[in-house]
Every structure is written in structure tokens, then in C-alpha cells.
């Protein structure tokens, strides 16, 4: 009964994100982004901005940046692809799927243990054998699918190079992308979880317990590219506004680091 009670709390939380991902229908002249989960506050924010500035509009579709890539080599139209990985925006680019010239790595971010914030759990000192299985008990471990979404790859190798993924890869809820990670958690489905700082920053549920060390985490890079299939002139437009002073204030105010 509880794993079913469980399993049902996961299929709402899938449910409630289901608008958080989907994109306002498009305008034939929009730029169609297709970008992580982990960015929408502040691409929303940036996108906003470019359209008083610009008067142009973007409709930005939002989810895994696993899901994205396959999306985009099965054809979607879609005119800029941005990721949470290296290892997706690699894939794509080696199925001739993005113009090579406009890549380029825009944000970076950190790697953070997060619990409900009402829950009486204290801080928690992440190193090699810190106990995560005790601190679990018979909770979750709340993580995007840590064998495709990269905040969940991030999560593992992680918690590989600190010596306890083997003891809790069984406990591990592999949610559909960080956002859903970050519910399942602020809904006290599970007693901690793993996302980024940029995630744990937006939402008033969730507390940060511990924050995992730069040298136990490869390095969380978001790059950005063109679509090769675009036609859309803007496109080029957008990513450039993507790295202008307004929009790197916005990055910074939602906690990411603007890589030059």
C-alpha cells in the first residue's frame, strides 16, 4: 500500500507538470526554444525582456534535456536547443542536428541535497561515506532518471565518487526531470532529494541541506545552439540577446553563473 500510495503521488506530480512543460501555442514568426526544465524561471524572465526590447517573441518548451534531444532528432521544429548537459547537446550535434558555429557553453550551476521545508531534517555534510542510506531510513531519494536527464547523471556520479550510490541506487525515485524531482519533494513524497541550486532557489517548500563539492561533481555546463533545420531568422537574434548585460542579470538573479 505505501509503494502504491507512493507510485500515485509520482503520477500527480507528473500530471501537475505537464503545464509547466508545454509551450503556448506558437506564432508562425515565433523562435521555438526547446530548453531544460531547470531554466524556466529564467528564460521566462529573459524572454519577456526580449520581447519589449525587441518585439519579437520566443515560445520556449520546456522538459528533460533527454527528452528534448530525441524530440529534435525525430524531426520537431524547433529552433534553439539548449541543455543541461555537455552529453545531449554532443549527441545532437553528431547527427548534423545544430549549426556547429553558434554553439557555445552559456551557464553553469551547482548540485544540491534538498529536503521538505518543514521537515526536521538538519544540515547534512556531504563527503565520501556521508550516511545518506541512514538519513533515507525507509524514504526516497528523490532524483531526475539518473541514467538519462542530466541532473540525475550529475546526481550519480556524485554520489559514485563519494562512495554511497551503490548503497542507495535502490532507493532512488527517478522522476521525469528535475522540476518533477523538486515536487515530489516539495510535496514531502520523499524526505530529500537532488537538484540544483537554480530549483531549490524557486520553490518555498524545499530547504538546501547540503551542498555537493565542485571536485565530486563533473562540471553542470548548459550549452546553447542554433538548430541547423531553422529557417527562422531571429533564432541567431535570440541567442545573442542570451548572453547581452540584461540577460545575464537575469541568470545571475536566479542563482546561475553566466560562463564567458
Sequence with gaps: MVRRGFLVAVAAVFAALLSVAAPPAARADDVVVFAAASLKDALDAINGD???????RATISYAASSALAKQIEAAAPADVFISADLDWMDYVAKKDLIVPASRHNLL????????????????????????????????????????????????????TKLGVWDAVSGSVAAAENVRACLLLVARGEAPYGIVYKTDAAIEPKVKIVGTFPA?????????IAQIASSKNQDAAAFIAYLSSPDATRE??????SVLK
Design 251 to 256: 541568470f545571475e538573479h536566479y542563482g546561475f
Design 108 to 159: 553553469g550551476n551547482v548540485l544540491v541535497l534538498i529536503a521538505p521545508a518543514d521537515s526536521k531534517a538538519g544540515d547534512v555534510d556531504i563527503k565520501p561515506d556521508f550516511p545518506l542510506t541512514k538519513l533515507l531510513g525507509s524514504g526516497k531519494l528523490a532524483m531526475a532518471d539518473p541514467n538519462a536527464v542530466p541532473a540525475g547523471k550529475y546526481g550519480k556520479a556524485a554520489l
Design 215 to 223: 571536485d565530486a561533481v563533473p562540471p553542470i555546463i548548459y550549452p
Design 50 to 56: 526580449w520581447q519589449k526590447a525587441s518585439g519579437k
